[in-house]
């Protein structure tokens, strides 16, 4: 760092290119100790990809609620559908015949069969369900009301005095791989954040690597800007990967005209998360409690906002209490720019929001940091 | 000559414990100085407080003329820092690390190399840290401490956990270093690691310097007391003392360990002429005081290391 003359000479016998300044050196050394981590590859990047395949797949078929029947016997009303509606109830509905309902009745209680249908006296039709999946049931009712409402009304002469006429919206609901997508690069990128900001904190400091690179002309902006830069980095890598494997035609994900802004979207959250680790960091003594205090964090952290599933049908309270999770932001931003038309104004409060955050945080971490176990 | 290292007064207190008392300290440039006690007596706190990593709560301290706390980084180039523990980056090999560190000195691959050749580890310049033997390590940590050229060097009981083989390599090296103008401060246990190595040695204690001195001066200090010995059981101690008085031998003491029976004179002869009428020289063992004898005779009790 001094340029005494002694130093500048002894500078003068290597070639050019081979010296690095602390900041590169730092940098190199951490991506290298990065790169060469099974268990850190694993966890930043395979197993996320691994969960977003999972639950792509698993969630791939439940978009239509798809509802099978047991038919017993003949049912006026259904066996009348035929056509142009009975292709329409054929989407929502799978009808199969069993000879009686003592079967029929064992099969719906298995959960082979959402219901079981039948015909009563008068024209009545009888349904009869499990109630151990109640959004199937419900789904039963409301197309077999559909239909019988609609039989009823034909059977009148009348045309229909009201009518409905449904067109979808574009993409106003989301489909699973729009918010899985976005949900689970947020939680990559917080895991690997929080996780790399406070290991290397902690196992720096009880190695004494911190002490030795006190003793070392190092300024401590070298030190935190290379570990900055290496963990935005590997978050960036998160990002490319996640975006490459969701837009494969398997995935289907279609991205929307803003999608780059998720890049300065994920670098602003990399900081928010990482200054979530510096204070773990600076509070654990061992690698284990820090692993410990991190998951502890980062569960809760990820559920509550909407990483795993979207928070929309959850309690108000707990949408509220969501608020302040930095993850919650990304998640939301993200899914608004990679998914839904959003803009840079979509995502701007979010950016200003995480680095908010960060500053606080790094604040805290600052306060409590540590060169040395006391 | 001038003066690389000047501690006045300085005291450190952990809570109830004092850890540092009172330890003053001069090495002049080009010394070897050794810091001896045994295990809890302070040596690695003051370490510490020279090397500028802890403050301390009453002294001063300058190096090379400069105060290590706060952090100088004008003197940080000046000063090499080994400790017991390997500080070493994750998953790098011996050649990545030795480059890193010389990096934060702005020194080149190519004189980092070198160390790693002088300290004998250019063989395993591709293994991981991780995967080296104790002794490698040592050798390493040694020459991270070492790549910058710094004036004075520290060392942190650098032979600990060696076989003695590679302690007596290691010693070689530490000359070296020496020989070639660095000061160096050293801290150790082993008492006769620092009558090998050392110019000057502190015997701590307690928080406290007890002495400083070259090891053979404190060891002449002892009024050149004779250590002998023989295997227990040939005669008893009182019998001894006895037989000493009769024949005007003089004796400092005699003790009886189970193992060894073992007398402190000033004059051999007398009670080796005792002890052959005796027929008791069985295991007969001669030696002149060491630095444990130092020891023992300033706290008044055996070393521990």
Redesign the interface.
């Given at each position: 760092m001094s340029a005494t003359a002694p130093e500048t000479d002894r500078r003068t016998d290597d070639a050019p290119g081979e010296k690095a300044s602390a900041f590169v050196s730092l940098s190199r050394v951490m991506f290298v100790a990065f790169l060469r981590d099974r268990a850190a590859l694993f966890f930043t990047l395979a197993l996320p990809l691994m969960f977003l395949v999972l639950f792509g797949f698993l969630f791939k078929g439940a978009t239509s609620p798809h509802v099978k029947v047991a038919q017993v016997g003949q049912v006026a009303v259904l066996d009348s559908v035929r056509g142009d509606e009975r292709a329409g109830l054929d989407q929502v509905l799978t009808i199969t015949q069993v000879p009686d309902e003592a079967t029929a009745l064992q099969k719906v209680r298995k959960g082979d069969f959402d219901a079981l249908v039948e015909q009563g006296p008068n024209g009545q039709v009888v349904v009869r369900y499990s109630a151990a999946d109640q959004v199937r049931a419900g789904g039963v009712q409301a197309v077999l009301q559909s239909v019988i409402q609609s039989a009823n009304q034909q059977a009148t002469g009348q045309p229909p005095k009201y009518t409905l006429a449904a067109s979808q919206v574009e993409d106003q609901s989301l489909k699973p791989i729009q918010y899985l997508t976005p949900g689970l690069l947020g939680w990559a990128v917080a895991t690997g954040a929080i996780f790399s900001a406070s290991l290397s904190l902690v196992s720096w400091r009880k190695k004494r690597l911190l002490r030795r690179l006190r003793l070392a002309p190092v300024s401590v902006g070298s030190i935190v800007g290379s570990r900055v830069l290496v963990t935005c980095v590997v978050a960036l890598m998160q990002t490319a990967i996640f975006l490459l494997v969701a837009t494969t035609p398997v995935f289907g994900l279609k991205l929307t005209g803003n999608w780059w802004l998720v890049v300065p979207l994920v670098l602003c959250a990399t900081l928010a998360f990482m200054s979530i680790g510096l204070v773990t960091g600076a509070i654990a003594k061992t690698e284990e409690a820090a692993n410990g205090i991190n998951q502890v964090i980062i569960l809760p952290m990820s559920f509550l906002s909407g990483a795993f599933f979207p928070l929309d049908n959850s309690p108000q309270w707990l949408q509220q209490f969501s608020h302040v999770f930095p993850l919650r932001y990304l998640v939301l931003a993200a899914q608004s720019v990679l998914t839904r038309g959003g803009g840079l104004l979509d995502c701007l409060p979010a950016m200003g929001g995480l680095l908010a955050f960060a500053a606080v945080l790094t604040a805290l971490a600052w306060r409590l940091f540590r060169w040395e176990d006391a | 000559m001038t003066t690389a290292i000047t501690a006045d007064g300085i005291r450190k207190r952990y809570g109830d414990v004092q850890a540092v008392d009172g330890v003053s300290l001069t090495v002049e440039s080009g010394e070897f100085f050794g810091l001896l006690g045994p295990n809890g007596a302070g040596k690695t706190t003051t370490l510490e407080i020279l090397?500028?990593?802890?403050e301390p709560d009453e002294g001063r301290v300058e190096l090379l003329g400069l105060r290590p706390w706060p952090?100088n980084?004008?003197l940080?180039?000046r000063?090499g820092?080994q400790?017991q523990?390997s500080?070493?980056?994750?998953?790098?090999t011996a050649r990545?690390t030795i480059?890193?560190?010389a990096?934060?000195?702005?020194?080149?691959?190519?004189?980092a190399d070198h160390w790693l050749d002088r300290v004998g580890l250019s063989e395993s310049a591709s293994v991981a840290t991780d995967k080296m033997s104790g002794g490698q390590a040592q050798r390493l940590s040694i020459a991270?401490a070492l790549v910058h050229?710094p004036e004075l060097v520290f060392l942190d009981e650098p032979t600990t956990g060696l076989d003695p083989q590679a302690r007596r390599n290691l010693w070689d090296l530490l000359r070296d270093i020496n020989a070639e103008g660095r000061t160096v401060l050293l801290t150790t246990h082993y008492l006769d690691e620092a009558e090998v190595l050392c110019d000057r040695v502190a015997v701590m204690d307690h928080g406290k310097v007890l002495r400083t001195g070259a090891p053979a001066a404190l060891v002449r200090e002892l009024d050149d007391t004779v250590r002998v010995s023989v295997e227990s059981g040939l005669i008893t101690a009182e019998r001894a003392r006895e037989l000493f008085a009769s024949a005007g031998a003089e004796v400092s003491a005699v003790e009886d360990n189970g193992v060894l029976l073992s007398v402190a004179t000033r004059l051999p002869a007398p009670v080796l002429s005792v002890l052959a009428e005796q027929n008791a020289l069985r295991g007969l063992e001669v030696r002149g005081a060491t630095l444990e004898d130092v020891f023992l005779h300033l706290t008044g009790r055996e070393y521990r290391a």
């Open positions: - | 090397e500028g990593i802890r952090r980084p004008k940080l180039p000063i820092v400790f523990a500080a070493f980056f994750d998953r790098l990545e480059r890193t560190f990096s934060f000195y702005g020194i080149g691959h190519r004189r991270c050229d």
